[in-house]
């Protein structure tokens, strides 16, 4: 009788049975706000790269350029909502403080959530997911996965909601979660959960090196990094940079006289430093310009961050994020929303100034930005928040926790 060969898995893991992870099915429910996909496209490319299924679920005019074409989308939302949100946007940004605040809630993120829904319902439907990854903003995303009994994963794009931003004032804390309640009991859940944060996996896309403390959070809040999407391709005169320390001062979109007035005491801060200085403003926002200073509508921001020494910018995390990616110091200029929780997460990790985006004179930005350009403390403490970025894992961090959520 002829023997027959069995082979014998190796204890090493090769050359024997490798044992794979089950493929399976993540559906993505993000907002109307490009700099929230952004993260989510990075992690849903790893997903796919190891094969599994992704779909997208949320306002397809957004999602379609950011995306791959191709891409599986699924609509939710509201197209009278939509167009309600762009023409009420310009308003919503003139309010500070608690007004800002509730306005946040009561006329965007409680109304997407009904006005998203019922597609995220339909999406479940046709593509059945294994899990749902919900953007923070998105509480149709958790409402839905409830209601079917998903497993599903919180994406927080910004670290801003971990510092207890409103500790301080704990009557509009109760609001806030009294908002994220009465969704719920409106689409019959009675056992409230805050909805912003996953009790089955939390992906933060932020570190302890710039967030604080987070020794204290549950095992299933998951610090993994920033998780940077594609880089925005873009021409750029490279030869005018010519060796001098380079600044992008990137303030977002001036919202007003303050913003030009803001763009203007920067250009006048930096006209007297022997640095370079790429602004990222529309044409003509800033008269006489410095010959020192580059005035560009759109940069190619990842890979020009590669050459700058320094960064001014309102907080948003998404500049936060590349520029200390980069180990770039920063001056921070924070207007409303999460930009002064932020500006405050890099002072205290010892990597930025913040200044006062309404009274800033240019006193004030040359001396905050000689400091930080000067001081190789600065520096060194955006090199401990860069080191600590690279070792939290980003996309493929996160990935490993969604396949052992799903």
Not at 300 to 320: I, N, Q, W, Y
Request: proline share 9%; net charge neutral; aromatic share 6%.
């Amino acid at each position: 009788m002829s023997a027959r060969r069995v082979q014998v898995p190796s204890i090493l893991g090769e050359p024997g049975i490798r044992a794979e992870t089950p493929k399976r099915r993540f559906l993505f429910a993000v907002p109307p706000v490009a700099r929230h996909v952004a993260p989510a496209v990075a992690v849903a490319a790893e997903l796919a790269g190891r094969g599994h299924k992704v779909a997208w679920t949320g306002d397809r005019t957004v999602l379609e350029p950011l995306l791959r074409p191709g891409s599986r989308i699924y609509s939710a939302g509201d197209d009278a909502f939509t167009a309600h949100l762009r023409e009420t946007r310009a308003g919503r940004l003139r309010l500070r403080g608690p007004a800002a605040l509730r306005s946040h809630w009561e006329d965007v993120v409680v109304p997407l959530g009904h006005a998203m829904l019922p597609g995220v319902d339909t999406a479940i439907d046709r593509f059945r997911p294994d899990a749902l990854v919900c953007d923070q903003q998105v509480l149709a995303g958790p409402v839905a996965a409830r209601l079917r009994g998903l497993p599903w994963a919180t994406a927080a794009v910004t670290p801003a909601e971990f510092a207890r931003p409103l500790a301080a004032t704990p009557l509009l804390e109760r609001w806030v979660r009294d908002q994220i309640g009465d969704f719920q009991l409106d689409h019959g859940i009675e056992d409230l959960l805050d909805l912003r944060f996953s009790d089955h996996l939390v992906l933060v896309f932020s570190t302890g090196a710039l967030v604080g403390d987070v020794s204290f959070f549950p095992d299933h809040f998951a610090f993994v990094g920033p998780a940077p999407g594609r880089p925005a391709a873009g021409a750029f005169p490279w030869e005018r940079l010519d060796g001098r320390p380079a600044v992008l001062v990137s303030p977002g979109t001036p919202d007003g006289p303050a913003g030009e007035r803001f763009l203007r005491a920067a250009a006048d801060a930096v006209g007297d430093l022997d640095v370079q200085a790429v602004f990222v403003a529309p044409p003509g926002t800033i008269a006489d310009t410095p010959p020192n200073v580059l005035v560009r509508e759109h940069v190619p921001r990842a890979k020009l961050l590669e050459r700058m020494s320094a960064v001014v910018c309102r907080g948003g995390f998404d500049t936060v994020a590349e520029s200390l990616a980069q180990g770039l110091p920063m001056v921070l200029a924070p207007v409303r929303d999460d930009e002064p929780v932020l500006a405050g997460q890099v002072e205290r990790a010892g990597a930025g100034i913040p200044v006062r985006h309404a009274r800033a004179t240019p006193g004030e930005l040359r001396a905050a930005l000689g400091e930080v350009l000067t001081d190789p403390a600065y520096r060194e403490a955006a090199g401990r928040v860069r080191d600590s970025f690279a070792a939290a894992g980003g996309a493929a961090e996160a990935a490993d926790r969604l396949e052992k959520l799903a």
